[in-house]
């Protein structure tokens, strides 16, 4: 249903193509490339736009930027969550992409996770139903067969680091004001086990046992230190390199990489779909809880009073 909606409402803009060329190559009428083709073929671009993403597809280079538009924080809702996924698929079976960017289009955010009032005073169904749509976001990112690229240009704490880390490479803006990590246990709650699993995966056992127990949050050079961001540029620099490292892993055959991948990512990944379940009623029965119900409101009046 939702599914439907989205695709009903999604703008396509298809840019000129002219009749010639094919996201493929160029079909050839007449002998030679004109220039006139070459810079209609570099504009072939399509847009499609939902409440919350916006997703441009160069059909050329195969790269398809993809951006979180939720100000003031990206912060992941359950409508923001299910356009990702949506989103996501869609990209996976168009055989003419063959790898994401993900950032973000709001200001100094790259993401602040997931967004706290899905998860205070609703009850038992909306926890289960939010969970799953955490739980598919990060199945579908996690296990894209496409290159997958977090181009992080703000602050990503918590479910937005989980996003970054779930992408085969990670560059961040140098700005000291940026911080990244998995920051759960300064909200008092618990990450669960596959936040633990791709970060130990990342980072190692015994730095992630410390990132983890403290909830810490790293600044860009911090970040690089622990190996939880492959890469610190030049804030204007984030798009440019995060194309150019595109460009590199693009040069290698996509079956061996995609199967190299899998091989990587399959126990995590396995681990999730096989306690799917059990992981969501454990969702519930934890965060129904009085004493973490208390946390979070807690956490959001130091939030908002913060803001003020
Ligand atoms: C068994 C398993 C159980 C549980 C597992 C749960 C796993 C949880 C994962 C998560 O992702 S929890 C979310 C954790 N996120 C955070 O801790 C980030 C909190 N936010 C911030 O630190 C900052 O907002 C910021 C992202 C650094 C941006 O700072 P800035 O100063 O630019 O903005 P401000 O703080 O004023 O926020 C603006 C506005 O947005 C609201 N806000 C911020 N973050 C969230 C959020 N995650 N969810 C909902 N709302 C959020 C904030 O309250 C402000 O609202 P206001 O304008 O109404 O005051």
Redesign the pocket.
């Known amino acids: 249903m939702i599914a439907t909606l989205l695709i009903q409402h999604e703008k396509l803009e298809q840019l000129p193509s002219g009749g010639t060329l094919s996201p493929y190559g160029v079909h050839q009428k007449h002998g030679q490339i004109t220039s006139q083709a070459l810079q209609l073929l570099s504009s072939q671009r399509r847009q499609f736009s939902n409440t919350y993403i916006s997703v441009k597809l160069d059909e050329t280079s195969g790269v398809a930027v993809m951006k979180l538009k939720r100000p003031?924080?990206n912060?992941l809702n359950m409508e923001l969550l299910t356009e990702f996924a949506i989103n996501l698929e869609k990209l996976e079976i168009d055989r003419g992409c063959r790898g994401v960017i993900l950032t973000s289009a709001v200001p100094?955010?790259f993401s602040?996770?997931?967004?706290?009032?899905e998860?205070c005073g609703k009850n038992a169904d909306h926890y289960g139903e939010f969970w799953r749509a955490v739980q598919e976001m990060w199945l579908k990112l996690y296990g894209s067969s496409m290159v997958t690229i977090a181009a992080i240009n703000g602050?990503s704490?918590?479910?937005g680091c989980l996003m970054a880390l779930s992408c085969d490479y990670r560059i961040i803006a140098n700005n000291k004001k940026y911080t990244i990590g998995l920051?759960?246990t300064?909200?008092g709650?618990?990450?669960?086990f596959w936040?633990k699993d791709i970060i130990t995966e990342v980072i190692g056992h015994r730095a992630a046992e410390r990132s983890l127990q403290l909830g810490m949050l790293y600044s860009p050079t911090d970040a690089l230190k622990i190996g939880l961001v492959d890469e610190v540029v030049a804030e204007d620099k984030v798009q440019s390199t995060a194309s150019a490292v595109m460009a590199q892993w693009l040069t290698l055959p996509d079956h061996a990489r995609q199967i190299t991948k899998s091989m990587m990512r399959k126990p995590s990944l396995d681990r999730l779909v096989t306690h799917r379940e059990a992981d969501i009623t454990?969702?519930v029965s934890?965060?129904t809880r009085d004493s973490i119900q208390k946390s979070l409101q807690m956490y959001?009046e130091m939030?908002?009073k913060?803001?003020r």
Request: glycine fraction near 8%; avoid cysteine; aromatic fraction near 8%.
């Open positions: 003031p924080v912060s100094r955010i602040a996770g997931l967004d706290i009032t998860m602050s704490p918590a479910g920051n759960e300064q909200l709650i618990v990450a669960p936040f454990n969702f934890y965060i959001m939030l908002k913060k803001g």
